[in-house]
T-cell receptor, first 109, second 113 residues
Framework: KNEVEQSPQNLTAQEGEFITINCSYS?????LHWLQQHPGGGIVSLFM???GKKKHGRLIATINIQEKHSSLHITASHPRDSAVYIC???????????FGSGTQLTVLP | DSGVTQTPKHLITATGQRVTLRCSPR?????VYWYQQSLDQGLQFLIQ???????AKGNILERFSAQQFPDLHSELNLSSLELGDSALYFC????????????FGPGTRLTVL
């Protein structure tokens, strides 16, 4: 069974802080997605990774295939980064995404 | 704006009823995925269609069904609704059959009373 575990569940930071959200996944998952869900409910795809590192603006995603671990980093956090961040693993055999439980991030001004 | 549209945005109905949720994928995307997000279960994959054919099935109840039409829009049919079916239903689309970036629609919030 494909599993994805995220930590922490909740994270509160002060504006400007460096933030890290972690995701561990089971054997069988070949790619890892990071999603952002806004308070209104909309979901935005941030990254899709199968190896290495990707950067977009202040967001950086890394993946370590040997350790089956991925991290999402936010540099110079801002209150507008407040959202739920969800990692999801894609299994090629099951042809589906399995989602982590999400991390509620609150960035205080 | 992801380019994926979903209608309606909100739906309120009663137990036992049947509803249809509609999704139009981004232009050029052949794959459509349906997901359910409930408070107790989080996000769950329901079903995927690729170019009109069912490609993958997840935790979709027998009371639920979906199809993808020749113009690539998709519909998710939910019947004999129960209180526990109240959730946000998202569709997403991607160009290829799977494993690549998916673009999510705004979701349909279903409330079953």
């Amino acid at each position: 069974k494909n599993e994805v575990e995220q930590s922490p569940q909740n994270l509160t930071a002060q504006e400007g802080e460096f933030i890290t959200i972690n995701c561990s996944y089971s054997v069988g998952i070949s790619a890892l997605h990071w999603l952002q869900q806004h308070p209104g409910g909309g979901i935005v795809s941030l990254f899709m990774l199968s190896s290495g590192k990707k950067k977009h603006g202040r967001l950086i995603a890394t993946i370590n295939i040997q350790e089956k671990h991925s991290s999402l980093h936010i540099t110079a956090s801002h209150p507008r980064d407040s959202a739920v961040y969800i990692c999801a693993g894609f299994s090629g055999s099951a042809r589906q995404l399995t989602f982590g439980s999400g991390t509620q991030l609150t960035v205080l001004p | 704006d992801s380019g994926v549209t979903q209608t309606p945005k909100h739906l309120i109905t009663a137990t036992g009823q049947r509803v249809t949720l509609r999704c139009s994928p981004r232009s050029g995307d052949l794959s459509v995925y349906w997901y359910q997000q409930s408070l107790d279960q989080g996000l769950q994959f329901l079903i995927q269609y690729y170019n009109g054919e069912e490609r993958a099935k997840g935790n979709i109840l027998e009371r639920f069904s979906a199809q993808q039409f020749p113009d690539l829009h998709s519909e998710l049919n939910l019947s004999s609704l129960e209180l526990g079916d109240s959730a946000l239903y998202f569709c997403a689309s991607s160009v290829p059959a799977g494993g690549n970036e998916q673009f999510f629609g705004p979701g349909t919030r279903l409330t079953v009373l």
